[in-house]
């Protein structure tokens, strides 16, 4: 064979892997897959994609796998807030950190103009009082409409409308408003040391900074973080907007233990919840697939308390898709009820978007590798 | 006592939210006591949910049987929602509701109950099926505890259907926290004393389902006698009628899920496939 027919041949081949990882890369992107780069080499495939409408990233994971429909060893390496979260390899999932090369990989190829579709995500937002005698009912429902738009790697903007449907609770008016809207800013600062900032309009009436640290290492049972907020009271009566100064600051550090069965995992807190309260939380937490309900013990300066929560994800999900734009319900509605009706115990607030500890319980690989 | 009507509020969204999200994946039935718990009229069993379904349930006591009795008056019917979650192979937890509809707008739902349920023994072919009922001692509505033990045999008739035997004690007292202007303080009580009258000692129970979907049974709740009959639709959807006493009518409907389902587009995708 001649110097120039190998040539060609080479080539050839070059050519056709760049439409077949082209191909997969579309079919991915079809299927609501987002930030997908598909890189051949000789025996294995690596893909990234971050994929928002799916609360777990097991089920992302799956879905993927099943579109993907590749017979070659498969690197997955899934995203979160426009980060790579770690491999996930072959068909049982196996994890392992990134490696630099993959790292500088990704970075290269990170495109956040066109990477990314318009997702319009509809979400109720509920909040509750309870125990005052003379109106024992107060409510207050809402149906938010947002977005989540990448402005520099990591850092993201969420925001949206929010239109009220009634409101018992407070004096608030039904004025369609300005929902939560917030700076969120994630990066592994060194393997295993996630941080998370966000800055701006939470729920709970509260606004101003809040940071989220923690050392995760996701093929481990034990983890152990930092939660800090200094916020402020605020609402948004018709066309303006009412803030008290910032001046309360929580920081809550904890530990977490995943059990070696059920995903099931343990995790105590301590230190200064919202509004200047001290003390300890002990919660359990149950992992279902794509469910997680988790039940909670606190004793604090101000009371004792009990209670549960549940997170889950909308139903349908996905609503309507385009190749730039989506409507779906939200990856994951989560409400908390607590016992005491009396005192305000161990509160925290509700950012808005999902707690690192909660997203990272997802990515732990023996949660994703026991299914 | 007045932690008002919200809860119902938030049980009705509560049951909306569920429904929305398990959307087309069908529950699964099972038979449950006026509580929630796997059980008959008013006793449990040791009947335990080996597909670890999450149960919602809804009951009805008549007015003269019911177990919350607002500040020591019985008044009217009872409402009683309840919600169980297994965490493990051998541990369950269940949450009560309770709600009188004729005080609802003074007292809203009513009082909540929560406690444990764990899995001592596996039914074998001659031993029967264990069950320990625990409820934490700290909490504001305690007279609604249930501390007990049950055991539960299943025997198959062949033809003629399944007889199931239950029976166990419950203790008759609770730990009861009192509130008074000087500060609160404990005690343990009897439960007759707050005018529970069911599950104050040994009770036990009979039940015979000659076909899947129909079940009838007896039972002896340590006070009174109870009978009901229940259908069910594909191991799915269960209501069961009972007579309290066999005087009064009362109600239990509940239904089963799985919690573990994959999102409904790629459920929607492998099915395609």
């Given amino acids: ?80 807030h426009n980060r790579p979260m770690g491999v996930y390899e072959g068909n049982d999932l196996r994890y392992r950190p990134l490696e630099n090369e993959e790292r500088e990989s990704f970075k290269a190829r990170n495109n956040l103009a066109r990477g990314y579709r318009f997702q319009l995500r509809i979400m109720p937002d509920f909040s509750a009082r309870f125990g005052n005698f003379d109106q024992p009912f107060q409510t207050k429902t809402n149906v938010i409409l947002d977005t989540r738009i990448y402005l520099l790697p990591g850092l ?102 995943r059990l070696p069965v059920e995903n099931l995992s343990v995790r105590l807190s301590g230190g200064q919840f919202l509004f200047r309260d001290c003390g300890v939380r002990g919660d359990l937490i149950k992992q279902f697939g794509t469910v997680e309900v988790g039940f909670h013990a606190a004793l604090t300066q101000s009371g004792s308390t009990a209670g549960f929560q549940v997170a889950f994800p909308l139903f349908p999900g996905k609503v309507l898709r385009g190749k730039k734009v989506e409507l779906r319900t939200t990856e994951e509605f989560r409400w908390e009820y607590t016992y005491n009706n009396e005192d305000v115990v161990a509160r925290k607030y509700r950012l808005g978007t999902p707690r690192l500890v909660d997203q990272l319980r997802q990515y732990n690989s023996l949660f994703i590798q026991s299914f | 006592m007045l932690c008002g009507g919200i809860f119902m509020k938030q049980f009705v969204y509560f049951v909306l939210m569920f429904s929305l999200w398990v959307g087309v994946e069908l529950p699964a039935s099972g038979q449950v006591n006026v509580v929630g718990k796997p059980g008959h009229v008013l006793t449990p069993s040791a009947q335990w949910d080996t597909l670890r379904q999450v149960g919602v349930s809804f009951g009805i006591l008549p007015e003269s049987y019911s177990i919350n009795n607002f500040m020591g008056r019985q008044v009217g019917p009872e409402h009683i929602y309840g919600v169980r979650v297994p965490l493990t192979a051998f541990l369950e937890v269940n ?148 007579l309290i006493d066999n005087k009064e009518f009362g109600i239990t409907s509940s239904v089963r899920f799985p919690l573990d389902f994959a999102p409904f587009e790629l459920r929607r995708y492998v099915k395609k496939k």
């Fill in chain 1, 156 to 257: 993201s903007l969420q925001s949206g409308v929010l239109f009220p449907l009634e409101n018992s609770l407070d004096q608030q008016e039904m004025n369609i408003r300005v929902a939560p809207t917030h700076l969120h800013y994630f990066v592994e600062l060194r393997p295993s040391h996630f941080l998370s900032l966000t800055g701006g309009l939470f729920h709970t009436d509260r606004y101003g900074l809040d940071l989220q640290y923690r050392y995760a290492r996701l093929d481990k049972k034990w983890s152990v973080g930092l939660e800090s907020g200094y916020t402020g009271y605020y609402f948004l009566p018709p066309g303006s907007i009412y803030t008290e100064t910032p001046e309360d600051l929580s920081l809550i550090l904890d530990l977490e233990y």
């Fill in chain 1, 1 to 80: 064979m001649s110097k120039r027919s190998s040539w060609a041949i080479l080539v050839l081949y070059w050519v056709l892997g760049t439409l077949q990882a082209q191909e997969m890369a579309e079919k991915l992107w079809d299927a609501g897959f987002e930030q997908v780069h598909v890189l051949e080499a000789a025996d294995t495939v690596t893909i990234f994609f971050e994929h928002r409408p799916f609360r777990s990233p097991y089920h992302s994971l799956t879905y993927a796998g099943l579109v993907a429909d590749e017979s070659r060893h498969v690197v997955w390496i899934p995203l979160y």
């Fill in chain 2, 95 to 242: 949450i009560n509701f309770t709600r009188k509809p004729e005080l609802a707008d003074r007292i809203g739902v009513g009082d909540r109950h929560i406690d444990v349920r764990i899995h001592l023994l596996k039914e074998r072919r001659l031993l029967p099926s264990l069950v320990l009922v625990l409820t934490p001692p700290e909490g504001v509505s305690t007279y609604l505890s249930q501390d007990l033990l049950v055991a539960t045999k299943n025997i198959v008739l062949g033809g003629a259907g399944t007889l199931r035997i239950s029976g166990g004690y419950s203790s008759p007292y609770f730990y009861r926290t009192s509130k008074t202007k000087i500060g609160s303080y404990k005690t343990i009580t009897r439960k007759t004393s707050v005018g529970n009258n069911y599950l104050n000692g040994f009770f036990g129970s009979l039940q015979w389902q000659p076909w899947e979907f129909l079940g009838v049974m007896v039972e002896h709740d340590s006070q009174k006698i109870n009978t009901g009959m229940f259908l069910q639709w594909k191991e799915r959807i269960y209501i069961q009628g009972n």
